[in-house]
Structure formats: structure tokens, C-alpha cells
């Protein structure tokens, strides 16, 4: 049998499965040969390997669309390439196993392997296909079940297809827009629709403004301290709001008062909330970027070292949240498999026995559809704990394996049942309202939980009466404004690419794949499209060029338009002819019609030159004078990196306008020695100020 892998450590997993030696960069005995990838081994053309008259990029030739798609060596794997292609000449008359990554990715990687060497023997081809770890005992399993290639040739047809719509559009609408506009700007399927979804945020925020209103709140005495807020009758959509000029708000020294309060109504709603399901990769991704500020390509990269190197997780790249239905004798041996190790054995910091607490066995059984559902299933089960925690593991690796194992005991766990409570109160004759909950049952959810749409923890209105005077400890008026919607985070990005909607609510085909999500992310990370400031995500100078001139143009538009790019996915899934034609059709109509504005963009100035008074920008590698052009020219600047530490552009403002920066860990050009001082400007000298050792 040959088998073909996408990477060497697969490889030797199955050469250590199946007693296979080594032989150079294969292995092979008399019963097996297996032979790795190294990824992709195969990329497009570019226009000039079609045409070396394509090698210049011209207006006149566009668009670039190949009547055939073609492909070449990857030059950096092309010897990796030659020993696969020997081995399949080698083995041509043998069964076939494709075992790259089990996902839409490797699917791909695999075909275009196949395509190149010449594979004919489809009907001899097998696909293996797993989510556990590749132990011994998986291996010989995934092996003995695997099933017909052929029944993954959706993956392949999608996989191709996606691909080559992303070079239309990558190598046809980059060129247009560059040599329109003078500056190389690069243009994505996906990416650009995700970038004019920041760009839309950001608009609706600089273009909010905000409105001053008040609230009237008393805090009282129950059980625990309470707060109700003043009802303003004229105010149906926002019951609580007063504006300044409000009567009610010129009486509230009369209502202030009054000593006690009585509660006239309290109404009461059973609720039941089910623990969150299993996690994917888009949801561990979300996870892992709130909690501990890790990007989507870190997350991944984290949990493919805890599958493939440490084995003691499941396969990451998945977009499942449950389990098969065959899976409850694994879910429940694994259960087994941690509590005997996790249960009673603390270790420092890491919290596994609190995580295990109050989980409940008997809700492994197949009865549990929010656990075990082959009906939502998708290419792999969700994200599960396969083994303990390795010692050997980094404090990022036991971050990401403690998120999924937390999940794991969550989903098992009783559900949180509470009384949603909204209470009447009879202030000086004027109504006061209050929402709170009364927990009946905590289950899974830990007490003060705030949840992700909420800002600060429910009220506890336990232990309330009708018809019962409380006291009054003091009634204020807060002075609030309206907030615009808040910035994107890489969490909501991924969420809005996994879950969009359209203007309607309706739910939408999701944008691309959880193993390219990050990926896309990363890319306009990479191509200075946006910027982080803490966790939230900016459009920068250029992003904000490249969607403005896109919205000017009819066709284009519909590339940052999400229902417009997630139509096109639906396209690719039903049909992938068609949705190749229409990426086409659009690309022609893109070209013959597109105008895009020469290039400029207005330079912001972060303070004057202490120099001569001029106006300091940001430069590739310092911050510098506007003068130093001018006829006596100004050296002035801030260099972008002093002492082995960058200074940013906020930095080099403060110290224009005479602030230090913050105390930073320096080192020493001559010596090497690290040390911690603080930047500030003298006349036209960064000095410094030495931290005090205590």
C-alpha cells in the first residue's frame, strides 16, 4: 500500500504504526511505502508562466483569465516533490491511501499531488480520515474504516474551485487596482469583504454622536443591596433615559426624600440555560484571543502542536461543536481516562479540579443531542482532551489545552436554571423599575458570570416580597451618553466570519473555513490593512483607501458587500461550474468599468518640531521633520527604535508635547546590559530617566 501524507511527523506516525523503516525522505518495506508532503508541493501558474508577455503588468491585458489552470513546483519542496513522484511510479499497481489533513485544505493538497503525478488508480484509492490523535492504535483503525476516495470528491471539486477563484480575483483585481491608483494594493475575495466590515464599523463610530441623557437611580436595602431606576412615561423606547430639560428630573429633590420604597409588582420567568456545546476552531480561536489576546494563526498553530506532537487533543481544524453518536464510549473513556489523573492531583495554577467540579457522568449517553448529534456533524467531531497534559507543554500550549478541557467537564454539567425577576416600585408616587434574576440551580455556570452581551453581573433579587417597604439608602442622577457599537475584535471578526447575517437577522453562509479564518486575518494584519491598539481592530491609512475607491465603483462594491461573498459561497457548494463562470463574468465587468483615484493619502501630524516649528510625521524608520527638504533644511527626529525598544507613534507624540513615555526594559549598545529608563524631550535631545532601584 502507498500511502501519502501532508506532513513528515504523519508520516512517522504511520512508519512507527506500522513497523515501516526509513529510507532517506520515505519509508518503505515490503507491504508499505509512505511518502510526505511538506504542505503544498504544487502552486498556480503566475500570468507570465502562461504568457511571458503577462510578466508586465498593463491595463491593456487585463484580465488574465486562463482558458486551462495549471500548475508548477513549489521551488523551495521541489525535491520533496521529485521523491513522491518516484515512489507513486514506484508503487503505481499498489492500493492507495491519501492521508493528508483531514479537511477541505488537505483534501486539496492531496489532489493537485495526484493530478501532478498522473494517478489513475482511483479505483484502488482509499481516503483516511480521523479526528483522534495519530496513536498506533488509530492509525491501524482509521486504516482498516477508511472509505473510497471517490466519496470526498465534493472536498476536491470545492477545494479547486475556490482556489482558482481566489487567483482570478487576487491576480486581475491587485494588478487593476495598483496600476490605477500608483501603490501595490492587494485585493482578496474574502479579505476585502472582511476589510469593508471594519471599515463599516469604524465609519458608524467616528459618525456617532453622542447624545447626554440621565437616569434616576435608587439603591435599596433587601436581602442583599438592590437598584431600581426611574420610569420616564414619554420614553417608550428607552423607559429609563430623561433628558436634562425632563420635570421629573427638577422634582427628584423631592423624591430624594423619601426614606423607603414599596415593591408593588414582581414578575417571574422560569429560565433554563443548557451549558455551551463542545468547541470548534472558530470558537477556540474566539476563546483564546479574549482570554489571553493569542491572534486566530497562533491558536491554530498551539492546538496542531497538542494534536500532532503531544497527541493529547483532537484533530483542531474542525467546524463541528458535538460529537458522533458512535462517540459516547470515547467520550466516556476519556472522561475516565482525566478525572483518574485530574481529580484529586493539584497542581499549581493550573485549575483542573475546578473545571471537573459538579460534572455529572450520567449525561454521557447518546440521549444528550447537545453532546452527541451526527446530524450537525461536520467533516470531524468537535475539540476534546484525548490524554492528560504533557509536563513538556509551554505555558501557550496548557493555555489552549485548558479552554478545551474546561469545555469538555462544562458540557456535562447541570444546566444553570434562575427566575428572571422584574420588579414595580412605589417611590413618592413615582415608578421605579429593576430587572434581576434568583438563581434556582447554578450547574455549569460560575456565580458573577458576566456574559458576553452583558456589562456588569445580574442583580441577586432573591428574597423579595410584594406589597413590602424597603429602605432607601440614596437615590443619584447619573449623567450618561449614548455609545456608538464598539470597535471589532479579532473574537467578533471571527464570529461575524463564522455566523454573518444579513440586514433582516437572517443567517448567512459562513466566510471561508475554520482553517483559513485566521489565516485571512493574518493576511490583512500582514498587509497593513489593519492595526491592533489593545485587542481592537483598526483600519489603517491604506485599508481605508482601498474600500473608499472600492465603493465608488459599482462592481467592485459587491466584494466588500458580506451577503454578496457568502451568496458566492453558497455558489461554490451547490455548484462549482457555476460558481467559477460568475467569478469570471464578474472580473470581465470589473475591469471594463473600474476607476480608482491616484493614491494619496494626508499625512497626520503628531506635534510640531521644537527645531524650527514644523510639522513632525511618521517615517519608515523614525518620526521626522517636514522641513527637511526646505531650503535650511531640519534634521530633527525621534528615532522608531532607541536602546533595542521601539517608540510608537502615541510616544512620539507625548514627547512633543513635553511627556515622558513609560519606564522601559532598554539595553545598552555598548555593553548589552539591560535597564529600565523613561524617554523624554529636552530642546531637540531624547534624554533619559533612570528607574530607581529600591
Known amino acids: ?150 466519496d470526498y470528491s465534493s472536498y476536491r471539486d470545492q ?47 467616528s459618525n456617532f454622536i453622542p447624545e447626554p441623557f440621565f437616569e434616576v437611580k435608587a439603591l435599596m436595602q433587601g436581602k442583599n443591596l438592590f437598584t431600581v431606576k426611574l420610569i420616564n412615561p414619554l420614553n417608550e423606547d428607552y423607559p429609563t433615559r430623561f433628558l436634562k430639560d425632563s420635570k421629573m428630573l427638577s422634582d427628584i429633590e423631592n423624591i430624594k426624600k423619601a426614606k423607603s420604597g414599596r415593591i408593588t409588582k414582581i414578575n417571574k420567568e422560569k429560565k433554563t440555560v443548557q451549558p455551551p456545546q463542545l468547541l470548534n476552531l472558530t470558537a477556540l480561536q474566539k476563546e483564546a484571543h479574549k482570554n489571553y489576546g493569542y491572534s486566530p494563526e497562533q491558536t491554530l498553530n498551539i492546538a496542531q502542536a497538542l494534536y500532532e506532537k503531544h497527541k493529547c487533543l483532537s484533530y483542531p481544524r474542525t467546524p463541528s461543536r458535538v460529537m458522533g453518536d458512535e462517540n459516547v464510549t470515547l467520550v466516556k473513556s476519556i472522561y475516565d481516562k482525566l478525572i483518574s489523573v485530574y481529580n484529586s492531583v493539584l497542581k499549581p495554577h493550573i485549575p483542573f479540579v475546578e473545571y471537573i467540579a459538579g460534572a455529572d457522568p450520567s449525561l454521557i449517553n447518546s440521549d444528550n443531542k447537545r453532546l452527541f448529534n451526527s446530524a450537525e456533524l461536520q467533516d470531524h467531531h468537535a475539540l476534546i482532551p484525548l490524554s492528560p497534559l504533557p509536563d513538556s507543554c509551554t505555558k501557550d500550549e496548557i493555555d489552549i489545552y485548558l479552554l478545551v ?8 454539567k447541570p444546566p444553570y436554571i434562575y427566575n428572571s425577576i422584574t420588579i414595580d416600585v412605589n417611590i413618592s408616587d413615582n415608578l421605579f423599575q429593576g430587572t434581576g434574576i434568583e438563581i434556582i440551580q447554578t450547574g455549569w455556570k460560575t456565580t458573577g458570570e458576566i456574559d458576553d452581551d452583558e456589562e456588569e453581573p445580574a442583580q441577586d433579587y432573591s428574597g423579595l416580597e410584594v406589597n413590602k417597604e424597603y429602605s432607601i439608602n440614596s437615590i443619584e442622577i447619573e449623567e450618561k451618553k449614548t455609545q456608538p457599537k464598539k470597535h471589532f475584535t479579532f473574537a467578533s471578526l471571527l464570529q461575524l466570519m463564522e455566523n454573518p447575517r444579513n440586514e433582516e437577522g437572517k443567517r448567512l453562509t459562513g466566510l ?79 475591469v471594463k468599468g473600474t476607476n480608482i483615484a491616484a493614491y494619496q493619502i494626508e499625512k497626520k501630524s503628531l506635534g510640531k518640531c521644537p527645531l524650527c516649528g514644523g510639522d513632525i510625521y511618521e517615517g519608515s524608520k523614525s518620526y521626522y521633520c517636514s522641513n527637511y527638504k526646505a531650503a535650511k533644511p531640519c534634521n530633527f527626529a525621534i528615532w522608531k527604535e532607541i536602546c533595542k525598544v521601539s517608540v510608537s507613534a502615541d510616544e512620539a507624540q507625548a514627547l512633543l508635547s513635553g511627556k515622558k513615555t513609560k519606564y522601559k526594559k532598554c539595553v545598552s549598545g555598548k555593553t548589552g546590559k539591560e535597564f529600565k529608563a523613561a524617554f523624554y524631550l529636552s530642546g531637540d535631545k531624547i534624554l533619559m530617566e533612570f528607574e530607581k532601584k529600591k
Open 1 to 150: 500500500m502507498l500511502i501519502l501524507t501532508e506532513k513528515p511527523s504523519v508520516a512517522k506516525a504511520f512508519a512507527e504504526a506500522l513497523h515501516v523503516p526509513r529510507k532517506d525522505n520515505y519509508w518503505e518495506n515490503s507491504e508499505h511505502c509512505i511518502v510526505n508532503a511538506l504542505g503544498h508541493l504544487l502552486e498556480d501558474f503566475l500570468p507570465e508562466d502562461y504568457d511571458p508577455e503577462l510578466k508586465k503588468w498593463s491595463l491593456d491585458v487585463l484580465p488574465v483569465i486562463p482558458k486551462e489552470v495549471k500548475y508548477k513546483p513549489v521551488i523551495k519542496t521541489k525535491a520533496q516533490l521529485s521523491v513522491v513522484k518516484n515512489c507513486f511510479k514506484n508503487h503505481k499497481d499498489d492500493s492507495f491511501l491519501l492521508a493528508t489533513d483531514a479537511e477541505r485544505e488537505g483534501e486539496l493538497i492531496g489532489a493537485e499531488i495526484l493530478d501532478y503525478v498522473g494517478f489513475k488508480n482511483y479505483s484502488n484509492a482509499r481516503r483516511f480520515w480521523v479526528s483522534e490523535a495519530l496513536t498506533p492504535e488509530v492509525i491501524h483503525a482509521g486504516i482498516k474504516n477508511a472509505k473510497p476516495l471517490s
Open 512 to 590: 471561508g473555513t475554520p482553517a483559513t479564518r485566521g489565516a485571512i486575518l493574518q493576511k490583512l494584519v500582514d498587509r497593513k490593512y489593519i492595526s491592533l491598539n489593545k485587542k481592537n481592530v483598526l483600519i489603517t491609512d491604506d485599508g481605508k483607501f482601498l474600500i473608499e475607491n472600492i465603493l465608488k465603483n459599482d462592481e467592485l462594491s459587491a466584494f466588500i458587500s458580506i451577503p454578496e461573498t457568502t451568496r458566492w459561497e453558497e455558489q461554490l457548494h451547490e455548484n462549482t461550474g457555476t460558481f467559477v463562470a460568475g467569478i469570471k463574468d464578474f472580473i470581465r465587468r470589473a
Open 405 to 412: 478541557f474546561k469545555q469538555f467537564f462544562t458540557v456535562i
Open 159 to 205: 477545494g479547486f474551485a475556490r482556489q482558482h477563484a481566489d487567483w482570478l480575483v487576487g491576480m486581475n483585481l491587485t494588478r487593476l487596482v495598483t496600476l490605477k491608483s500608483g501603490k501595490l494594493l492587494h485585493f482578496g475575495r474574502v479579505q476585502t469583504a472582511l476589510l469593508g466590515a471594519v471599515y463599516n464599523r469604524e465609519k458608524s463610530i
